[in-house]
């Protein structure tokens, strides 16, 4: 029995394959096109794999390239679950074998490769990203430039599959960045000429389109042209047609339509001569669209050109129309768009039907926004299509007066809006959302017109106009609810690191040889942080869920919550052509209708005086009128029920407490009759009171920072008052902190904010520092928006940025002003007073010192900012209580009270009192005592 168990490893040794002839076997398989898997080389490779299962030396690169082969030949038989079960076991031998220092990366890539194109064929496309993902890992893992350049055929398929998956989402800069990487890349393929140009072209192209999504016209133009001369030295002139028809698009955006139509021709003409049907196709409806219609104003053309594109795809085969039918969508959405103008209603919605069926037959615009998108290849196409159809029903109802077509055009428009909502959550890029942002504003615009026309449709019209504005800060917040303090800390480090990395990029030539290496580490690291965040959203999906599913807030929402002591929410909507303002009180609502000239001449006049003091010295007459007049324009119908109201604006902030909201002798102040607070949307207000939490015990009452001087820059000159203004402040809060001069950092303010419930930042800022982004700036350096960030979840209830327009930024349209207020907002502080033009720093510092002293008391922030600038105004003198000295500052956010009410000083004065009092009576009663019965006090 012992000689057998000595034998056995030996015996079994005997029956495993050789290793180099087993190599050699499954090298056949690789190369031999004819080896497509007949039973016979089934059944081979398969007795490999019972041999090596009872082998010492199983789990070894051979065994895992074994496996690998048994499932690319279950692929070859459209056996693809049994195709991704080898594979992965391919790729778990790789990683889990206790040598896996000797694994073949190569095979990882490859498996990963092969796996893609499994998923993609069984329609599993979140299974087919993850895999590219991981294929992307494993290639960046590579030490030796050399291993790369064996692999790079795959990883460049890789790149041209995520640059492509990142656009049809509307992930632009994700977009250009892999394109980016792509063009890097290129130049280690092995291939052909025509291949590698072919990768050049195509990264290209994914390059210039997320460049015109963006709008970075001239950057587009540049590349083109540079790219167009290299088509023609390396004789790939087949390539032309792509980069003359965004030519043409280019020229389109610099006013040059004749030129535009040359390139777009050009364009034409190479597709015709290279076969190019999605190309030829792609410029006719370019052709139709900009120069016909919009240019020329001629429809016949327009539709003739679309009618050309068509013909192509009608006349194409099977598998090219299957590739090409969301370009077959947008001809047959721009040829409705031609009958809608001719007014033949019928034919407009026969084409937009025919323009779904390219989705799916029959599909029903119902289902759309429920549809997986990953059957949408170009998905701003079918928003587009949405969008065109219910602004033909909308037409429709205006010349027909029935009211089915508005209900119609709404329910569009709302279903629009569902699908832009699926789409953000698939984007990650916040650059790329902002974009959509702004491109969607027609929507809400165009939806809430309708609303306004029809009557009666309050609750949909303020749905929309909640859902235009602020939804990436609510949906940012609602996300860091279920965000641990471990993933907030990691989240925190890799937003750092992102980030440096976006300065060393800035700062670094791109001819230069670490450009490539910090781009590329720049894409690793904001995968890394989207994988965390999708890790959070799918750990906590049905708690996101529900989430999501309450994100519609209605008018009785804001009636019986965010009115409960407030009077009044005002929201306003800036169009194109007319502003809307949306009125609830807690028992009505009201929409009302201004022109959008009138407004904005009106407001214009009225911010150039209340923020340069001489020009309203000199006319302060005429500034009373204006801010009358502005008044009229927003509360035509009756004014406001006096008390706490809650702005919400849209697009540029402006203060409602200058306004004059009577014409006596003496003006009244707006600010006279409200407590005015300002806030992003109702949304935001409801999901910090949904997830407000309470300070936790040990937590400091305020932390107060003035750095005075700014060595670092000598354009800033000192602020001599600063320190003084924040000792003061200190001395009304029992449990404070201060931070002065050279301790007025930026790591010291990161390190410590978020322990305090208020901090208090006596410095300069700038709405533009030199990223082109607001900075606040501190005794060693200035800190970028996008570089604050919190490791913590902050305890801070309240931010007071008493500094120079720390309440502007640059506007996104239907997103807002991005801004340190919103800044602080993102991290979870729900209150910020800042300003909103540059201030006189005496007053801004005596400000700030009344407002801190009505919140020591207890005092809600909306009405202790009340209470300070009216005190302000009537201490000051002369000139010094115009609102440029006090209107300014505004509040964003909550209004909590948040240093109760010393309520129990009163109770302890009362009690002392009456023991004081009692205490006298009984040393009167006992002398009286003494005296009756002749007792006498010793002598000292």
């Known amino acids: 029995m012992l000689l057998i168990l000595c034998l056995l490893p030996v015996l079994v040794s005997a029956q495993c394959p050789d290793k180099d002839s087993l190599r050699k076997r499954l090298d056949f398989y690789l190369f031999d096109r004819s080896a497509t898997g ?63 220092q000797n694994a073949d990366p190569g095979l990882l890539i490859k498996n990963y490769y092969h796996l893609f194109r499994l998923y993609d064929s069984v329609g599993k496309p979140a299974e087919s990203m993850a895999v590219l993902d991981s294929c992307m890992m494993v290639f960046n893992g ?17 790149i041209e599959l995520k640059a492509a998956a990142f656009y049809d989402i509307g992930d632009y800069n994700k977009c250009s960045s892999y394109a980016s990487m792509g063009e890097q890349y290129t130049p280690a393929y092995e291939g052909s000429r025509s291949d590698s140009m072919r990768y050049f072209i195509t990264f290209l192209t994914w390059k210039v389109n997320a460049l015109l999504a963006t709008q970075q016209y001239a950057q587009a133009e540049v590349l083109l042209k540079n790219k167009a001369e290299a088509c023609k030295t390396f004789d790939s002139y087949k390539s032309l047609g792509t980069i003359y028809d965004l030519l043409g698009q280019v020229q389109i955006n610099n006013k040059n339509p004749l030129q535009a ?7 034409i003409a190479s597709a015709w001569k290279y076969n190019d049907t999605i190309g030829c196709m792609q410029t006719y409806l370019n052709l139709g669209y900009y120069i016909y219609d919009k240019y020329y104003q001629d429809r016949r053309l327009a539709l003739a050109s679309y009618r050309k594109g068509l013909a192509l795809f009608s006349g194409s085969s099977k598998g090219l129309q299957e590739s090409n039918r969301m370009e077959a969508l947008n001809l047959l959405a721009n040829i409705a768009n031609i009958y809608v103008q001719y007014k033949t209603y019928d034919s407009a919605f026969r084409y937009y039907q025919l323009a779904f069926d390219q989705i799916s037959p029959q599909l ?160 690793q690291f904001g995968d890394e942080l989207d994988r965390l965040l999708q890790r959070n959203k799918s750990g906590n999906l049905p708690r996101f869920q529900s989430a999501f599913d309450a994100a519609a807030v209605t008018i009785r929402h804001v009636q019986q ?30 929409l009302n209708k201004i022109s959008k000239r009138d407004y904005d001449s009106t407001l214009n ?74 806030t992003y949307s109702a949304r935001y207000l409801l999901i910090l009171n949904k997830y407000q939490r309470e300070p936790e015990e040990g937590t400091q009452m305020l932390l107060g920072m003035a750095p005075v001087n700014y060595t670092y820059d000598t354009s800033l000159p000192p602020l001599q008052q600063s320190n003084g203004s924040v000792e003061r402040v200190l001395a009304y809060f029992a449990d404070a902190d201060t931070l002065l001069f050279a301790r007025a950092t930026k790591k010291n303010f990161l390190k410590n904010f978020y322990k305090y419930r208020i901090s208090y930042l006596s410095t300069h800022a700038s709405d533009s520092g030199s990223m082109g982004e607001p900075v606040i700036y501190f005794a060693d350096e200035p800190l970028s928006l996008s570089e604050f960030v919190a490791e913590k979840r902050p305890a801070t209830q309240l931010v007071i940025a008493s500094a120079c327009k720390t309440g502007l930024g640059k506007l996104y349209r239907g997103e807002g002003v991005y801004n340190f207020s919103r800044g602080f907002a993102s991290v979870g502080i729900p209150a910020c007073v800042n300003n909103l033009w540059s201030v006189q720093e005496a ?35 002369g000139g010094q209580a115009l609102p440029y000295y006090w209107a300014a500052a505004i509040l964003s956010g909550t209004t909590d009270v948040i240093a109760p009410k010393k309520e129990h000083r009163w109770r302890m004065t009362v009690m002392l009192s009456l023991v004081a009092l009692f205490t006298v009576a009984g040393l009167l009663g006992l002398r009286q005592f003494r005296k009756e019965r002749g007792w006498k006090y010793p002598r000292n």
């Open 605 to 678: 006049k009225y911010l150039a005086y209340i923020s340069d003091p001489s020009f309203l010295n000199r006319n302060t007459s005429v500034y009373y009128s204006t801010a009358r007049y502005l008044y009229g324009l927003l509360f035509p119908d009756k004014a406001l029920p006096r008390g706490r109201i809650i702005i919400s604006p849209d697009g540029r902030y402006f203060p409602f407490e200058p306004l004059i909201t009577s014409s006596r002798k003496t003006p009244r102040y707006f600010l006279y009759d409200y407590a005015v607070s300002y």
């Open 843 to 877: 007053a801004a510092n005596r400000l700030t010192e009344i407002f801190c002293s009505y919140i020591a008391e207890g005092e809600p922030t909306d009405v202790a900012l009340q209470k300070a600038k009216m005190k302000f105004i009537e201490t000051s003198e």
């Open 261 to 267: 139509r040359d390139y777009f021709m050009q364009s």
């Open 364 to 523: 029903q615009e119902k289902n759309v926004g429920d549809m997986p998108l990953d059957q949408v290849t170009k998905i701003e196409y079918l928003t587009g299509l949405l969008l065109d159809e219910a602004d033909a029903y909308y037409k429709l109802y205006r010349e027909r007066k029935n009211k089915a077509h508005i209900e119609k055009a709404i329910s569009l428009y709302k279903i629009t809006d569902k699908l832009l909502d699926r789409i953000k959550s698939e984007q990650q890029d916040v650059e790329s959302k902002l974009f959509w942002r702004r491109d969607n504003h027609r929507l809400y615009e165009h939806a809430i017109e309708a609303c306004d026309r029809v009557g009666g449709k309050l609750d949909e019209a303020f749905y929309f106009f909640e859902k235009s504005r602020a939804t990436l800060l609510n949906d940012q917040l609602t996300e860091q609810q279920f965000l641990g303090s471990s993933a907030m800390f990691k989240q925190a480090q890799l937003q750092t690191k992102i980030f440096q990395l976006q300065q060393q990029l800035r700062r670094t030539d791109m001819n230069a040889a670490q450009y490539s290496r910090i781009q590329n580490d720049l894409i």
């Open 142 to 158: 590579l030490k030796h430039q050399r291993q790369k350049g064996n692999y790079i055929n795959y990883v460049l398929r890789v």
């Open 38 to 100: 007949t039973p016979a080389q089934f059944s081979e490779l398969k007795q490999y794999e019972h041999q090596l299962d009872n082998c010492p030396t199983r789990g070894d690169s051979t065994h895992a390239l074994l496996l690998q082969r048994i499932g690319i030949l279950y692929a070859k038989h459209c056996e693809y679950a049994k195709a991704i079960v080898y594979l992965h076991l391919s790729n778990r031998l790789m990683k889990d074998h206790p040598k896996k």
């Open 561 to 590: 919550t965010i009115l409960k002591d407030h009077k009044a929410l005002v929201e306003l909507f800036e169009g194109d052509s007319a502003v809307y303002i949306f009125t609830i009180t807690k028992k009505d609502a009201c």
